[in-house]
C-alpha cells in the first residue's frame, strides 16, 4: 500500500497553493492509496477530515503536522492536536510517547551539500561533518522514530545521505513528495506491507516499521529504499 506521508494544503499550510479537490484527483492519478497531511499549523479538525474522508472514500486521507524544532522538521503521527512547547524536540519526543505518537526527521538533510549553512539540523554550524559515522552522532536522530531519506523537495544526492545515515542507524525509512502544489505527488512515497484503513492501522504499521521508502517512477515502477 502506497501512502505519500508528507503533503500540504491550503487549508494548514500558508505556504502551499494545493486544494484539497486537487490533491484527490492527482493522488487517483498517480495510483496513491492515501496521503498524510502535515500541515504546519497543526492536524486537521477532526470532524472536518471525516467530513473530507466521506466525500472521498476511495483515498485515504490521514492527519499529521510538520514542527519545527531546533533540530529541524519533525513530522508527528498521532497527535490530535498542537501542543505547547514541542518546537523544543525534547518536549516534543516526551509528549510524543505520552501519546502513543510516532516521530520522523524529516528532510534532514536539505541543503546539506549544496548550502551547508541553510541546512536546519546543522542550523549555525560550519563547517557541518563529512563522514556518515559523525554526521550519525547527531542527537536529532536518537529522538526520532524513523527517517525520511526521500523527500520530493530534497536533491537525490541529499536524500542519498538521508539513507546512509539510516542505515547506519538502523532507523526505519519513510517518503514523501513534501507537495505544496500537485507538483510531485505520489512520486517519493512509503510502502507499507499491511492494509492501512485508518488511524489505529497506521500508528500500529508505524510503531511495527512495517514499511519503507520507495519512489514511484511516472510509469508506475517502484524503487524500493530499505533502511536498517
Known amino acids: 500500500?502506497?501512502?505519500?506521508?508528507?503533503?500540504?494544503?491550503?487549508?494548514?499550510?500558508?505556504?502551499?497553493?494545493?486544494?484539497?479537490?486537487?490533491?484527490?484527483?492527482?493522488?487517483a492519478r498517480t495510483g496513491l492509496d492515501g496521503v498524510c497531511l502535515t500541515e504546519h499549523r497543526g492536524p486537521w479538525d477532526r470532524h472536518e477530515l471525516a467530513a473530507l474522508q466521506e466525500r472521498h472514500p476511495g483515498l485515504l486521507l490521514l492527519n499529521a503536522?510538520?514542527?519545527?524544532?531546533?533540530?529541524?522538521?519533525?513530522?508527528?503521527?498521532?497527535?490530535?492536536?498542537?501542543?505547547?512547547?514541542?518546537?523544543?524536540?525534547?518536549?516534543?519526543?516526551?509528549?510524543?510517547?505520552?501519546q502513543g505518537a510516532f516521530v520522523v526527521l524529516a528532510h534532514p538533510f536539505r541543503y546539506f551539500l549544496s548550502l551547508p549553512e541553510r541546512n536546519l539540523l546543522y542550523r549555525g554550524q560550519f563547517p557541518v561533518p563529512a563522514v556518515i559515522e559523525e554526521i550519525a552522532q547527531h542527537p536529532a536522530f536518537a529522538l526520532v522514530d524513523a527517517i525520511e531519506v526521500n523527500n520530493g523537495g530534497t536533491s537525490p544526492t541529499e536524500n542519498a545521505v538521508a539513507l546512509e545515515v539510516a542505515r547506519y542507524l538502523g532507523k526505519?525509512?519513510?517518503?514523501?513528495?513534501?507537495?505544496?502544489?500537485?507538483?510531485?505527488?505520489?512520486?517519493?512515497?512509503?510502502a507499507f506491507d499491511d492494509r492501512i484503513t485508518g488511524t489505529d492501522d497506521f500508528l500500529a504499521a508505524l510503531h511495527a516499521s512495517r514499511f519503507h521508502a520507495a519512489t514511484r517512477a511516472p510509469d508506475g515502477v517502484l524503487t524500493h529504499a530499505l533502511g536498517g
Open 172 to 190: 526505519p525509512t519513510v517518503g514523501g513528495s513534501d507537495a505544496h502544489s500537485t507538483h510531485g505527488l505520489g512520486q517519493s512515497v512509503t
Open 65 to 98: 503536522m510538520e514542527v519545527e524544532t531546533s533540530f529541524g522538521h519533525l513530522t508527528v503521527f498521532g497527535l490530535d492536536r498542537f501542543v505547547g512547547g514541542i518546537h523544543d524536540p525534547v518536549t516534543l519526543r516526551r509528549i510524543a510517547d505520552g
Open 1 to 27: 500500500m502506497l501512502i505519500d506521508l508528507h503533503v500540504h494544503t491550503v487549508r494548514g499550510s500558508s505556504d502551499s497553493s494545493l486544494k484539497t479537490d486537487e490533491l484527490v484527483e492527482e493522488a
